[in-house]
């Protein structure tokens, strides 16, 4: 089994930055896909970023261009940074891993940008 644990969530003003990160632990034998995920209030929840293993990304469209995801293979991490914060990506941010076809995912971070 895999667990994750989510950090770096917070209370930021629009226009601000924060960077997310996930810590990967357990029985690791290979996470060949990497992603971040969000809940809005009121919302179901929906893809943010995502990497694979070789290092290819994908963003929702209302994130491009402000945050980026990155993985540490090594170390089984992977991180969101984000900039240009807007009140509407207040959200409950979670972690998934994907490893021989199962999904694994964190129990959440939580985001506010305040105006």
């Known amino acids: 089994q895999v667990q994750l644990v989510e950090s770096g969530g917070g209370l930021v003003q629009a226009g601000g930055s924060l960077r997310l990160a996930c810590a990967a632990s357990?029985?690791?034998?290979?996470?060949?896909?990497m992603g971040w995920y969000r809940q809005p209030p009121g919302k179901q929840r929906e893809l943010v970023a995502a990497?694979?293993?070789?290092?290819?990304?994908n963003y929702a469209d209302s994130v491009k261009g402000r945050f980026t995801i990155s993985r540490d293979n090594a170390k089984n991490t992977v991180s969101l940074q984000m900039n240009s914060l807007r009140p509407e990506d207040t959200a409950v941010y979670y972690c998934?891993?994907?490893?021989?076809?199962?999904?694994?995912w964190g129990k959440g971070t939580l985001v506010t940008v305040s105006s």
């Open positions: 998934n891993h994907q490893q021989i076809g199962v999904n694994y």
């Open positions: 357990g029985n690791i034998f290979r996470i060949n896909a």
């Open positions: 990497i694979t293993s070789g290092g290819s990304t």
